[in-house]
């Protein structure tokens, strides 16, 4: 799959501030993507990770900076769809930042694991954005949810922001709603699998940072159980 930014990578803290998108500006922006691919004759799907899933869908944030997406199967033809879109949105609202459609969760997903994780996503279907030219799925909950307890225990990419520990609790409760009749639990050694599953590095911040996203989804959720066993 190709890449949708307006450079090469940076290095953290070489960027400028990206504007603030709320939910409102997000859905016109996708509306402007979707209108100019199918005027091409286009239908693409691409795979949303990160903030812009919880603004627009799970709406547990009031704003994020980007959407970051990814799909293994596009090719240079549909990534160029979507770089033009994307440039239609921002002539329509210079606000947008020139940014904010891109494609650099690719940096942060190892090369092997993108078609597992874009098939993954598609049979998850949890559907962001549906119009005619785009669909938008969620990344798996699983994996952001990883991501998440990745990052806050500094294993992985970037330094913890305030509000991940929230976005995983969110993101781990949207992964247990299909079973919350079986009580909704997990064990820590699935969590541990899927680490294994993700190339993540487990460390012992890992077990701590767990515990304090159990203790948060128990006491958001009111429960009187540990989610995670």
Same mark, same amino acid.
């Given at each position: 799959?190709?890449?949708?930014?307006?450079?090469?990578?940076?290095?953290?803290?070489? #960027?400028?501030?990206?504007?603030?998108?709320?939910?409102?500006?997000?859905?016109?922006?996708?509306?402007?993507?979707?209108?100019?691919?199918?005027?091409?004759?286009?239908?693409?799907?691409?795979?949303?990770?990160?903030? %812009?899933?919880?603004?627009?869908?799970?709406? !547990?944030?009031?704003?994020?900076? #980007?959407? @970051?997406?990814?799909?293994?199967?596009?090719?240079?033809? @549909?990534?160029?769809?979507? %770089?033009?879109?994307?440039?239609?949105?921002?002539?329509?609202?210079?606000?947008?930042?020139?940014?904010?459609?891109?494609?650099?969760?690719?940096?942060?997903?190892?090369?092997?694991?993108?078609?597992?994780?874009?098939?993954? %996503?598609?049979?998850?279907?949890?559907?962001?954005?549906?119009?005619?030219?785009?669909?938008?799925?969620?990344?798996?909950?699983?994996?952001?949810?990883?991501?998440?307890?990745?990052?806050?225990?500094?294993?992985?990419?970037?330094?913890?922001?305030?509000? @991940?520990?929230? @976005?995983?609790?969110?993101?781990?409760?949207?992964?247990?709603?299909?079973?919350?009749?079986?009580?909704?639990?997990? %064990?820590?050694?699935?969590?541990?699998?899927?680490?294994?599953?993700? !190339?993540?590095?487990?460390?012992?911040?890992?077990?701590?940072?767990?515990?304090?996203?159990?203790?948060?989804?128990?006491?958001?959720?009111?429960?009187?159980?540990?989610?995670?066993?």
């Amino acid at each position: 799959m190709g890449q949708i930014c307006s450079g090469p990578r940076k290095t953290p803290g070489s #960027d400028p501030p990206l504007p603030l998108l709320n939910r409102t500006m997000l859905l016109q922006a996708l509306r402007t993507v979707a209108t100019s691919v199918a005027k091409t004759g286009g239908n693409l799907t691409v795979v949303a990770v990160g903030g %812009a899933v919880n603004t627009i869908y799970l709406q !547990s944030r009031e704003t994020t900076r #980007d959407i @970051d997406f990814f799909n293994a199967y596009l090719g240079p033809d @549909d990534v160029n769809k979507l %770089a033009t879109a994307a440039r239609d949105a921002i002539k329509r609202n210079k606000g947008l930042g020139e940014d904010w459609f891109n494609s650099r969760a690719l940096f942060f997903v190892p090369n092997d694991k993108h078609q597992a994780l874009t098939d993954e %996503a598609f049979s998850q279907r949890e559907i962001i954005f549906e119009e005619p030219g785009l669909t938008v799925l969620a990344a798996p909950w699983n994996y952001a949810f990883c991501c998440k307890v990745d990052r806050i225990a500094r294993a992985g990419h970037g330094d913890p922001r305030p509000y @991940d520990l929230d @976005d995983a609790m969110h993101y781990l409760a949207r992964y247990l709603r299909p079973f919350k009749q079986d009580v909704g639990q997990i %064990a820590r050694e699935k969590i541990r699998a899927w680490f294994v599953r993700y !190339s993540l590095e487990w460390t012992e911040s890992t077990d701590e940072v767990l515990d304090r996203v159990s203790e948060r989804y128990v006491t958001y959720f009111n429960l009187y159980y540990s989610v995670i066993t």
